[in-house]
């Protein structure tokens, strides 16, 4: 199956040049929309997926071709096949997140598939996680703070403080509306938690603005 020329055939050079401008032309684009990148992939994935496995020959393969839209196939394979993530795949998932970094990829990698596995193997917050809390990659420091988006109740606390407490001095916008995102996702659980972190530590106005959309709507 030529996966390249599905994509390829799919080319909108008009569109591309939109797509590439909104992502700060940091990447190239085929111009395919999201809805018939999704119809292919379903074509795609049909071929190739098969049961209880993950291919990660096909994972690395494909997330570093040219085009932003191979990425974005790499990441909704891995999605649609994360029950099968083994603890080992820490190490792919933090490839993924350095290669080709931008929100685009990180936020969904982290609070997907890096929420997923380290849920399934919890030790692998001790062994990595709580390192990337001061890694010297904003994308993983970022990540670090987001993979617990999905948590809600079951969300560690402990974890999300040292996460964001430890990057608070931080300047980088991303790192500061990170730590907005995960508080305010939080907030839907907890408000009152979210509300005394935020009297107690002294917040970037970005992060708190952020933080406190939904507890202000109450």
């Known amino acids: 199956m030529d996966i390249d020329r599905i994509f390829l055939d799919g080319n909108n050079e008009i569109e591309a ?7 700060r032309d940091q ?5 395919i929309k999201s809805p018939v990148r999704k119809k292919l992939q379903k074509e795609i994935f049909k071929k190739i997926i098969k049961p209880k496995e993950i291919d990660r020959d096909f994972v690395v393969e494909f997330f570093e071709k040219e085009y ?13 096949q994360k029950n099968f993530l083994v603890e080992e795949d820490i190490f792919l998932i933090r490839n993924l997140i350095t290669n080709k970094s931008w929100w685009d990829t990180v936020d969904i990698i982290s609070s997907n598939l890096l929420g997923h596995i380290c849920k399934k193997y ?9 390192s990337w809390i001061n890694d010297e990659n904003m994308w993983i ?11 809600k109740e079951d969300t560690n606390l402990e974890v999300l403080s040292k996460a964001i407490k430890d990057n608070l001095s931080d300047d980088d916008f991303f790192i500061k509306k990170a730590i907005g995102w995960a508080l305010r996702e939080y907030s839907k659980t907890n408000s009152n938690w979210v509300k005394n972190f935020i009297f107690e530590n002294k917040l970037s106005s970005l992060s708190v603005k952020e ?8």
């Open 122 to 130: 919890p030790n692998i917050v001790n062994e990595h996680i709580l």
């Open 141 to 151: 420091r970022r990540s670090s703070i987001i993979f617990q988006l999905r948590y």
């Open 68 to 80: 932003r839209e191979f990425q974005y196939m790499v990441i909704d394979y891995l999605v649609k």
């Open 27 to 31: 990447f190239k684009f085929l111009g």
């Open 17 to 23: 040049k939109k797509m590439s401008a909104y992502m």
């Open 211 to 218: 933080a406190e959309k939904y507890i202000k709507k109450r």
